[in-house]
Each structure stands twice: as structure tokens, then as C-alpha cells.
């Protein structure tokens, strides 16, 4: 054994010695590449042998993660070192599968699945009929390696009860220190709101998804300060967390963050108070009737609304109804209304998947441009994932996306009611609330391209379907099987 181990060593130096030495000559010739062998040689073993581990790396990088695009260094939207690695993950997990040919039927039967599976089927159609296929097939290649990775692949690894707060800890700690960097930075501006718009870069392409993931995270990060078997030092962590988040929230000046958190709010009323469903609905189609009858006098009254976006955080908070002159909420509704012109001419199939940027610029009114409107898709997308859907993808595909958002929440609550571990009765309600905050959000901007929100909405959406299938029964014995 001991001359193996000698001879093992030895090998293992000469191959570092080789590698220093190639690196160095490549080096020297400016080439440096050579120089990310061993990560890449380390992502491939995890791939194959630790693939829990490396999806947890996955997710503690998604904060940091950097767009190449962005950077300069490529035409192409594409996050280092996260998306490469869910690529790959995409294709392993999916080989193992086919080679295993055993599925568990509690997942694949699960009205979540069923739901994704049928919202995924419509995109691949609609990949078909697009008008820019090779731009569809690309967006739909890049959902795929989101959701086989990280919901088909999560719930199975959400066996183990604890690896759901792992999940959650990973993509908090690293982004509360991604928050931390940009208040250091922004207080050497004076917490300019100008400043805000950009200051987050290059983790965060801009305030609004920055501030659309840190109110992700602060239901979340409520929900783990309720854990009973955490530590005085874990409860301080936290709580210096949370902290953190809110004052980065605050500082964002991102006024639909803000809407999403109190509509969260809203919701955990309304389980805490234990009002029915049916009654819900009945104040929302009541809301909707009002709405509908009295449009023209809240038209004029939101028309005499001139207070533009501003550092003083209360007139800030009064721009948000301002559609006279307020420019980010003009172009907002100029997105819109070129998303609704989009659907009324192609209404049942869409313009294809991820196709909007490259499409909307002709279905842009004169009368609706705005001081920041661009014919060339470069700040934003539709700034709705329901409205962006629905132009991408027709009325199949936001109704496909709709079912898909109904059985989640539906789904989660239920199991809320019902489920007896009070543990994970306070995880699951995190959940829930973490999600109202960024569907709430997704009215006004939508992020689901990129891995900063898709990391933890996928997850989440995965923690329902484990909790659901493994972990809701009383005294139920859990088949813990390893996982690579």
C-alpha cells in the first residue's frame, strides 16, 4: 500500500510539474487559457462523483455570477461560472436518467410536474413557429438546463430534510455579501439614486432585479431565524442579515421590490389570519368590477400624478402611480402595449421564445416613446413576465405559465394547512411568501432568463414538490438513498 500511495504521489507531482510547465510557456505566449484546466478538470469529477456538491456550488455563485455579454468579452447573455456548469449538468442528469430508466412516480404524477412538463411542451411547439428559431431553441435549451438541474434533480435530492435549508443558507450568504459590496460602494456615492441604477454591477445587470432577489430573500431569511435548533451565533448571523437585505432593499429604489414585499405581507395576513380561499377570490373579482367601472376616474386621477422618481424615498414611493411623466413608468407601459400589439398579431403561437427584444422595436407608437426608448432591445425585455409570455408564446403559453403558477400556490397551500411538521409549516410559508414576491414582481419586470432569479424560483418550486411527496406525512419513514 504504501509503495502505491508513493507511486500515486509521484505521478501526481510529475502531472503538476507538466502542468506548470505548459501553463507557463502558454503564459508567456499570451494565451490563458490553459491556465482554467484544473477548474475545469474539478467540475468534470464533481459532475460525475459529487453532483449534489457541485449543484451546491452552483447555487452559492449564482449572486457572483458575471455576464460575459456585460463584460465585453462575447455577444452573447451567458453567466459565469453558473450557466456552463447547469449546461453540463443538464446533459449528465438526463443521460443518467435514460440509462437508469426508473423514475419516481410521485414526482413525475405531481400536479407541479405535470404543470411544467406542459408549459416546457409548449415552448418546444412555439420553438417551431417562431419567427427566429435559432433564438427560441437557445432560450428554450437555457430554461431546460434551470429546471432538469434544478427542480427534476432537487426534489430527489430534498429527500434529506436538510439539505432544503442548505439550499436556501447557500444563495443567502452570498448574497448578502453581493448587498454588503454594493452599500459599501453606494455610500461612497452618498446613496445617490442615480448611483443605484448601476452600482450592483457586474453581479446584478441593474436595480430592479437586484431588488426584485433581495425581497426574494428576506421571507426566506425570516423563515430560518424561526428554526429551533439554531445557535445564538446563527440567530445574530441572521439577523445581521436580514439587516442587510432590508437597508439594500431600501437603498435599491426599486419601487415594484417594494410593492412585492408588502403584497407578500398581504398574503401572510391572510394565512395567519385563516381566511378562505373563497373569500380571496370573491375580494379579488370585487377589486376587478371596481376597477373596471371607475377605469376612466382612476385614469384621471393617476394623469394628475406628476411627482417623478427621487431620492426622498416618500415621493419615490408616490412616482410609483405616476403615468404623466415619470419616464421608467411610461416606457414600462410602452413595453406593454408593444407586447399586447405583438399578441393581437400573432395570438396563438407568439413570436417564438426570447424573441421579443429582437421584435417589439415596429410595434412601438410614436405617441408612447419615451426619453429611454431604444429600437434595439438593449435595456430590458417586456418588463412583464406575463405580458412577455403571452407575445413570446401566445395564449397557450401564458395559460401553460398561468396553470403552471396556479398549482404551485395552490399546491403549497393546501400543504401548508395541513402539514403537521411545524418546522417546515415555517419553511414552506417562507416559501410561499418569497414566491408572492416575485410573481407580484413579475407584473412589472420579468427576470426568468437569467440564473439570478431562476436559481431560486426553480428551488423553490422544488422544496413544494419535496415537502409535498416526501416530508407532509405524519411519522412518515423517508427513503433516504444516496445521491451523487
Request: hydrophobic fraction near 50%.
Amino acid at each position: 500500500m504504501p509503495k502505491a500511495l508513493s507511486r500515486y504521489n509521484l505521478l501526481l507531482v510529475f502531472l503538476s510539474l507538466v502542468f506548470i510547465g505548459l501553463n507557463g510557456y502558454f503564459l508567456f505566449k499570451g494565451n490563458y487559457y490553459v491556465s482554467f484546466l484544473p477548474l475545469a478538470v474539478s467540475v468534470v469529477y464533481f459532475s460525475f462523483y459529487k453532483t449534489k456538491e457541485l449543484l451546491f456550488f452552483v447555487v452559492l455563485c449564482t449572486p457572483f455570477s458575471l455576464n460575459l455579454e456585460e463584460l465585453a468579452l462575447g455577444n452573447i447573455g451567458f453567466y459565469l461560472p453558473t450557466e456552463p456548469i447547469l449546461f453540463g449538468l443538464m446533459i449528465l442528469l438526463s443521460i443518467r436518467a435514460l440509462m437508469r430508466g426508473t423514475y419516481d412516480k410521485k414526482l413525475l404524477n405531481h400536479p407541479i410536474t405535470i404543470a411544467t412538463l406542459f408549459y416546457l411542451s409548449w415552448m418546444l411547439i412555439t420553438v417551431f413557429t417562431s419567427s427566429n428559431p435559432i433564438v427560441s431553441l437557445k432560450f428554450l435549451v437555457a430554461k431546460l438546463w434551470f429546471v432538469i438541474p434544478l427542480f427534476f434533480y432537487l426534489v430527489i435530492v430534498f429527500r434529506e430534510k436538510e439539505n432544503m435549508y442548505r439550499i436556501v443558507w447557500l444563495y443567502l450568504i452570498s448574497l448578502a455579501a453581493v448587498v454588503f459590496i454594493t452599500l459599501v460602494r453606494h455610500y461612497g456615492w452618498g446613496f445617490d439614486q442615480k448611483a443605484a441604477h448601476w452600482i450592483m454591477s457586474p453581479f446584478y445587470k441593474d436595480h430592479t432585479s437586484y431588488g426584485a432577489i433581495v425581497a426574494f430573500y428576506i421571507p426566506l431569511t425570516i423563515g430560518l431565524m424561526f428554526r429551533k435548533k439554531n445557535s445564538a451565533i446563527i440567530q445574530y448571523v441572521l439577523i445581521l442579515i436580514l439587516v442587510i437585505l432590508t437597508v439594500g432593499l431600501v437603498y435599491s429604489y426599486t419601487r415594484a421590490a417594494w410593492i412585492s414585499l408588502v403584497a407578500a405581507l398581504g398574503v401572510w395576513g391572510l394565512f395567519k389570519l385563516k381566511i378562505h380561499i373563497k373569500y380571496v377570490a370573491l375580494l379579488g373579482l370585487f377589486a376587478g368590477f371596481v376597477g373596471f367601472q371607475y377605469y376612466t376616474d382612476i385614469s384621471i386621477a393617476l394623469s394628475k400624478n406628476k411627482t417623478d422618481s427621487s431620492e426622498n424615498i416618500s415621493k419615490h414611493i408616490e412616482s410609483i402611480s405616476n403615468v404623466s411623466t415619470d419616464a421608467s413608468n411610461l416606457e414600462r407601459i410602452n413595453r406593454w402595449n408593444c407586447a399586447i400589439r405583438m399578441f393581437e398579431e400573432k395570438p396563438f403561437f407568439g413570436w417564438g421564445p426570447g424573441t421579443y427584444a429582437f421584435e417589439y422595436a415596429p410595434f412601438q407608437h410614436s405617441s408612447e416613446i419615451t426619453v429611454i426608448s431604444t429600437n434595439f432591445g438593449n435595456r430590458g425585455n417586456a418588463h412583464s413576465e406575463y405580458l412577455g409570455t403571452l407575445a413570446e408564446m401566445g395564449v397557450i403559453g401564458l395559460f401553460s405559465f398561468l396553470v403552471l403558477l396556479f398549482f404551485v400556490f395552490y399546491r403549497a397551500s393546501m400543504l401548508y394547512i395541513k402539514l403537521d411538521d411545524k418546522e417546515l409549516k415555517t419553511l414552506l410559508l417562507s416559501v410561499i411568501l418569497a414566491l408572492t414576491s416575485y410573481f407580484i414582481h413579475g407584473v412589472l419586470n420579468n427576470y426568468l432568463d437569467t440564473d439570478k432569479a431562476s436559481v431560486p424560483v426553480w428551488t423553490c418550486f422544488a422544496i413544494i414538490v419535496a415537502i409535498d411527496i416526501y416530508h407532509s406525512k405524519r411519522n412518515k419513514e423517508i427513503t433516504r438513498t444516496k445521491i451523487n
